[in-house]
T-cell receptor, first 111, second 115 residues
Framework: GESVGLHLPTLSVQEGDNSIINCAYS??????FIWYKQESGKGPQFIID?????DKRQGQRVTVLLNKTVKHLSLQIAATQPGDSAVYFC??????????FGRGTSLIVHP | EAGVAQSPRYKIIEKRQSVAFWCNPI?????LYWYQQILGQGPKLLIQ????????DSQLPKDRFSAERLKGVDSTLKIQPAKLEDSAVYLC?????????????FGSGTRLTVV
């Protein structure tokens, strides 16, 4: 079946750098996308979402970009901090708005 | 506000034994979800409740897994008998209503190890 996947399983960055986490999705019917952050021993935490009628959305230090033509989603984190170290999941959904999660990217921030 | 509460935090059982997990959602949240997260993977939806009714249980292995939400608040997820491949973190999430992805709140999960 169709699924959401991530390009890179691990991303290492230096504190203060910008981070970009990528995600490819294959379900062309998906119209709602969400990024979650999961710290060790905790459940996923909502970061930012975007609907398919948008191609960019900004939050505090985070930006999500959506390219529907190539079915690609990215999460940009500005001035990455050690507290940003976690596993990041992209998730997609259709009309039900119930997220289907990809595998995740582990972000490691070096001080 | 208090978050989604789950217990126990950890559980180790032998294969073929039974186990139950408990979830208390955020007060007022009508929708409750159980997810299974195998190590290194994203969470996979097992079952969704709206109040005390099941909305979607298509991914629940019904030969061994069962879940209930009798009074539309707390929920329990049971596995009987457990298999080695059931080792995972079982996450509970709740939302005020269906369709609020941003309003999805997860608990910290129960880590199950089947030996």
């Amino acid at each position: 079946g169709e699924s959401v996947g991530l390009h890179l399983p691990t991303l290492s960055v230096q504190e203060g750098d910008n981070s970009i986490i990528n995600c490819a999705y294959s379900n062309s019917a998906s119209d709602y996308f969400i990024w979650y952050k999961q710290e060790s021993g905790k459940g996923p935490q909502f970061i930012i979402d975007i609907r398919s009628n948008m191609d960019k959305r900004q939050g505090q230090r985070v930006t999500v970009l959506l390219n529907k033509t190539v079915k690609h989603l990215s999460l940009q984190i500005a001035a990455t901090q050690p507290g940003d170290s976690a596993v990041y999941f992209c998730a997609e959904s259709g009309g039900s708005y119930i997220p289907t999660f990809g595998r995740g990217t582990s972000l490691i921030v070096h001080p | 506000e208090a978050g989604v509460a789950q217990s126990p935090r950890y559980k180790i059982i032998e294969k073929r034994q039974s186990v139950a997990f408990w979830c208390n959602p955020i007060s007022g949240h009508a929708t409750l979800y159980w997810y299974q997260q195998i190590l290194g993977q994203g969470p996979k939806l097992l079952i969704q409740f709206q109040n005390n009714g099941v909305v979607d249980d298509s991914q629940l292995p019904k030969d061994r897994f069962s879940a209930e939400r009798l009074k539309g608040v707390d929920s329990t997820l049971k596995i009987q008998p457990a298999k080695l491949e059931d080792s995972a973190v079982y996450l509970c999430a709740s939302s005020l209503k269906i369709g609020q992805g941003y309003g999805y709140t997860f608990g910290s999960g129960t880590r199950l190890t089947v030996v």
